[in-house]
């Protein structure tokens, strides 16, 4: 899915994610957790990023992968919010949330993978 950066996309982000993955028949607890990482990676290109923002999620093998690109060659950086910050925990909860997470495409890609559990989805 790709759109202009506009925040009124990071809403649509989220339904099309959970629709999509409710397709697939991923189990919920990781439709959830997939929501609210599509969430703060597409608000964190929206934010932050260049040109358009693109949305790409598949399955692969027991694998969900989730990437946001921004078009911007500056790397997401994980940051460690203290309690009076009123931003910065996005990437903070993306990396608790997933097995692995980086960027990729000289920081214009943001990226993340959660584990499925084997035979779970069609």
Do not use: Y
Request: charged share 20%.
């Amino acid at each position: 899915m790709s759109f202009a950066s506009d925040p009124g996309f990071v809403s649509r982000s989220r339904r099309i994610t959970a629709a999509s993955l409710r397709h697939w028949k991923v189990p919920t607890a990781i439709i959830d957790d997939a929501v609210l990482i599509v969430s703060e990676l597409v608000t964190n290109a929206i934010e932050h990023g260049g040109r358009d923002t693109v949305l790409r999620i598949r399955l692969q093998g027991d694998d969900l992968c989730i990437e946001v690109a921004d078009g911007k060659q500056t790397p997401a950086v994980l940051q460690t919010p203290t309690e009076d910050s009123e931003s910065g925990r996005g990437l903070f909860l993306v990396a608790l949330l997933t097995d692995q997470w980086g960027t990729s495409d000289g920081g214009a890609t943001t990226w993340c993978t959660l584990r499925i559990p084997p035979g779970s989805t069609s």
